[in-house]
């Protein structure tokens, strides 16, 4: 497993990289202190990464450029925006932009492995704080509502059945796929099958849709 891994900050990096090696027995961290040299690694990189992790601020960098130009050079390969900012208006704008997960530096060492796993697994990352029960107030300061995401506000999650809604709310948890078997006893490929059927009902075509569509009909 090949992960590029872009921030400023050097014991940030060095700690992070640590954390990174208990997701796999060959985990290889291409360490950057830049978004330039991120760029350069990338380019010179032979084999496909399976990861970016990517700091919200670095000097140098517009994030909503870089993020856009990541998806677009390297669209198969999962990014992940880790910050220190909790301002829900970037964590929106940075799951627009295609990121897959934002994952607060906040975030204990248990929350930030398993939402690497769920995003490696395909899933997408939503942090809590993204759901604030004052909307009206976090969207006036710039921060999207969850029907503005999804772009759609004429869905209910009453159409599922109650193993369906178990998943879905395992999901919002950030579980993967197989943490959701383990919890529910169910094979993977149960899961899988599940989660079809929920993206089917809601109308939804990914994992961040649908866990908005839950927080907006909770």
């Keep these: 497993m090949k992960i590029f891994l872009a921030d400023d900050h050097p014991l940030y990096r ?3 990289s640590g954390l990174l090696a208990q997701l796999d027995n060959e985990v ?3 360490d950057c202190c830049d978004y330039r040299e991120l760029g350069d690694a990338l380019s010179a990189a032979t084999i496909r990464p399976d990861l970016i992790l990517l700091d919200l ?3 140098g960098m517009d994030y909503e450029i870089a993020i856009p130009e990541l998806k677009r050079s390297y669209p198969d390969v999962s990014l992940i925006v880790v910050s220190g900012t909790e301002d829900t208006s970037d964590m929106s704008q940075v799951l627009n932009l295609g990121a897959e997960g ?3 530096k906040s975030s204990t060492r248990e929350v930030l492995l398993s939402a690497i796993r769920l995003v490696l697994s395909g899933g997408k990352y939503i942090p809590s ?3 604030s029960k004052d909307e009206s107030t976090e969207t006036k300061s710039g921060a999207l509502s969850s029907t503005q995401i999804l772009g759609k506000g004429d869905v209910s999650t009453s159409a599922l059945t109650k193993r369906q809604r178990n998943v ?3 999901m919002a948890e950030g579980l993967s796929n197989r943490e959701i078997a383990n919890a529910l006893n169910l094979a993977e490929s149960t899961v899988k099958v599940h989660i079809t059927a929920i993206f089917r009902i809601l109308g939804v075509s990914n994992r961040t849709q649908a866990v908005l569509l839950l927080k907006e009909y909770a």
Excluded: G, H, K, Y
Aim: proline share 11%; hydrophobic share 65%.
């Design 57 to 59: 601020s670095m000097p």
């Design 14 to 16: 060095m700690a992070l």
């Design 168 to 170: 879905l709310d395992l």
């Design 129 to 131: 704080q993204i759901f």
């Design 28 to 30: 290889e961290v291409v």
């Design 102 to 104: 934002f994952i607060p």
